[in-house]
């Protein structure tokens, strides 16, 4: 089973050998101006609950019966979870791969395999999509649906 310790090992492995703080939480606030909300920031997880966070995504994550659920739905709960996942940005660097990865794994240990190299051949489209996901006033969703679609559909 996946789980908390799993997902900051897919941190380290990607990042071990450029930052010495690869697989750790980062311990202060941040701030990222996104360009696709014209420099506005996302509200980015709490660091005094980031464990705790991501712990409980990742506890509705193995929660759900994933071969029992059709593959659209399963499409739009995985995507809503793995979206509240990159949206504790629990990192300095590198939440959207570590996110992706950890959502490739994961997937395929379910039985629904996922391309994670698409998902990575298209990280631009990704990361703005995940933004765009996340907005509180008016989420646009669809963007990032598609691209977990085509990336689900392409095995």
């Not at 380290?12 to 930052?19: A, E, P, R, V």
């Not at 697989?23 to 909300?37: D, H, Q, S």
């Not at 006033?137 to 963007?143: H, S």
Request: glycine share 6%; with cysteine; aromatic share 14%.
């Amino acid at each position: 089973m996946l789980n908390y310790e799993t997902f900051l090992a897919v941190h380290k492995y990607i990042f071990g050998d450029l930052y010495e703080w690869a697989g750790a939480i980062r311990t202060i606030p941040i701030y990222k101006e996104e360009a696709v909300l014209g420099g506005v920031s996302l509200n980015y997880g709490d660091i005094k609950s980031i464990q705790l966070q991501i712990e409980t995504v990742i506890y509705e994550l193995n929660q759900v019966e994933w071969s029992e659920i059709s593959v659209e739905d399963m499409i739009s709960l995985f995507s809503d979870l793995i979206t509240r996942l990159w949206l504790i940005h629990p990192f300095r660097e590198g939440n959207t791969r570590t996110v992706t990865r950890f959502a490739g794994l994961f997937a395929n240990a379910k039985g629904s395999p996922l391309n994670s190299k698409f998902l990575r051949d298209h990280a631009s489209y990704v990361r703005k999509s995940l933004v765009l996901y996340c907005v509180e006033e008016a989420p646009e969703k669809e963007y990032f649906l598609n691209i977990m679609r085509d990336a689900i559909n392409d095995f």
